[in-house]
């Protein structure tokens, strides 16, 4: 088995981003100024970018588990 991938240094901090990061990141930043433009309240932004970020954890767990060659 292939060894994973790691993003994510032992300080925490990120080495490498994933493929796509860059354009999600956009997406996001599109959905928040059209929300400003629109006037919608700040707090409920902060709901929504949170609900955002909910259904991807949501999704993960729906991911199959790995089969890797450590113990």
Do not use: H
Not at 32 to 46: F, K, P
């Amino acid at each position: 088995m292939k060894k994973p991938t790691r993003l994510v240094d032992l300080n925490g901090e990120v080495i490498n981003t994933p493929q796509g990061y860059c354009e999600a990141l956009q997406w996001v930043m599109r959905v928040v100024e059209s929300m400003e433009e629109s006037q919608v309240d700040r707090a409920d932004m902060q709901v929504v970018i949170a609900e955002l970020f909910s259904e991807v954890s949501f999704y993960m767990r729906f991911l199959g588990k790995r089969q890797t060659n450590e113990l």
